[in-house]
């Protein structure tokens, strides 16, 4: 792990403990509004195999396991991955497993069906969005669900409404390289003007056709 990336994971590791109880504040109805979303979105079938990068205390890879075969939470900070996986012993969830992994290396070598993140992407610089995004696509899940701070119009990027730490790229840029990667950007939440929520799925290609469909109809 790089330097930055170590301070980053120390963070978070010295609030984990705190982390679920201290989320409460004049942020919290956007940011329960943005994992609602991430959650609805995702809509896991009971044979999928769900990746959440970024899980930190394990929200939306606890809420995903109620529905989805198997899931797998990645972060890298290792005192939010001890309160994932003291949550799951809680839960009694066995399909739900924790442990390190980045977004460019998510240490996770199964198939993927699923994508999720929330609030974890605006961590790195947009270069680096842009890598973390192309490593996603190589692991060639249906879909990826993406919610996380992010600029719709005009809003001020010198105010951010979750200032600690972000570095939020547009909504139009996200969707710029979510598309350049191969992805079609079916749904678009705007859950706030600096927090919105991006729903992306791989074609099918139906050769009878020749048309290109997000998700083959018969899979809906
Ligand atoms: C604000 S928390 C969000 C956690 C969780 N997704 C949620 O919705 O409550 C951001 C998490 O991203 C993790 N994170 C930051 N940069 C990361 C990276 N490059 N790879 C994996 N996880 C990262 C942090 O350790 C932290 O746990």
Redesign the pocket.
């Known amino acids: 792990m790089d330097e930055s990336?170590r301070d980053?994971?120390d963070r978070?590791s010295q609030v984990a403990d705190r982390y679920d109880d201290e989320h409460v504040s004049d942020e919290k109805p956007v940011y329960d509004a943005c994992?609602s979303f991430v959650v609805e979105h995702a809509d896991p079938r009971p044979d999928d195999v769900v990746l959440d990068?970024?899980?930190?205390?394990g929200?939306?890879a606890l809420a995903l396991a109620e529905d989805a075969g198997h899931v797998v939470g990645?972060?890298?900070?290792d005192g939010?991955i001890e309160q994932a996986r003291s949550k799951a012993a809680d839960s009694g969830l066995v399909n739900v497993e924790f442990g390190y992994?980045?977004?460019r290396d998510s240490h996770y070598d199964g198939e993927v069906d699923i994508v999720v993140s929330?609030?974890?992407l605006h961590?790195?610089p947009d270069e680096e969005k842009r890598e973390a995004i192309e490593a996603i696509a190589d692991l060639a899940p249906r879909r990826f669900v993406l919610g996380d701070a992010m600029f719709f119009g005009s809003s001020d990027p010198e105010e951010p409404l979750f200032g600690h730490g972000v570095d939020a790229a547009t909504a139009g840029t996200l969707v710029d390289v979510l598309t350049d990667v191969g992805f079609v950007v079916t749904a678009v939440e705007r859950v706030h003007d600096q927090v919105g929520v991006l729903v992306a799925e791989r074609p099918v290609d139906d050769s009878e056709t020749g048309s290109l469909f997000a998700e083959s109809p018969a899979e809906k």
Do not use: Q
């Open positions: 990336l980053l994971a978070f994992a990068l970024g899980t930190g205390t929200l939306i990645r972060d890298i900070s939010m992994g980045e977004f929330n609030f974890a961590h790195l």
